[in-house]
């Protein structure tokens, strides 16, 4: 979960959220929260218009399930807290979903596997478009073989 998003689930501004896990960095290693990277920053960017002076200006901080319940020992406002403990259901629910439903499962495997397959075409196609065979060309248009006719004589 991004930010901005925990930010408004806990009714403070994504600034003072940013600001707490900054000053108890040590209680998010990698694998429970991450910075984005340029590349993916501008590419969250572009999918949102944003005028100039408003939206988001610095890389958002993306949160692992881990992460956000380490955000209630951070946060210590009694919303955060009741909506952590709604987050950590969900979490749990859902993990529950698909440890039992096999055909769900399956479904999933399944959409990845076609899509996988629809990206591998695609990546081919572009590979085939991008390569650049060095063949030499024809000639077209017109060609005189003689260097100076004489017509009409």
């Known amino acids: 979960m991004l930010d901005?998003?925990?930010a408004s689930l806990y009714d403070v501004e994504t600034k003072v959220l940013k600001q707490a896990v900054r000053r108890n960095i040590e209680r998010f290693p990698a694998d429970f929260m991450f910075?984005?990277?340029k590349a993916e920053f501008a590419h969250l960017r572009?999918?949102?218009v944003t005028s100039s002076w408003g939206g988001i200006r610095y890389a958002p901080m993306a949160f692992t399930?881990?992460?956000v319940l380490m955000l209630s020992s951070v946060l210590k406002n009694e919303s955060?807290?009741?909506v952590n403990i709604q987050i950590m259901r969900t979490f749990l629910k859902f993990r529950n979903m698909l440890s039992t439903n096999e055909e769900f499962k399956r479904k999933i495997e399944d959409i990845e596997k076609r899509y996988d397959e629809r990206f591998e075409i695609i990546f081919h196609t572009l590979d085939q478009l991008l390569t650049v065979e060095n063949k030499p060309r024809k000639k077209i248009g017109f060609t005189a073989k003689e260097r100076l006719a004489k017509y009409g004589k």
């Open 4 to 6: 901005q998003d925990l």
């Open 80 to 82: 955060a807290i009741q």
């Open 65 to 67: 399930e881990h992460g």
């Open 35 to 37: 910075e984005l990277s």
């Open 46 to 48: 572009s999918q949102f």
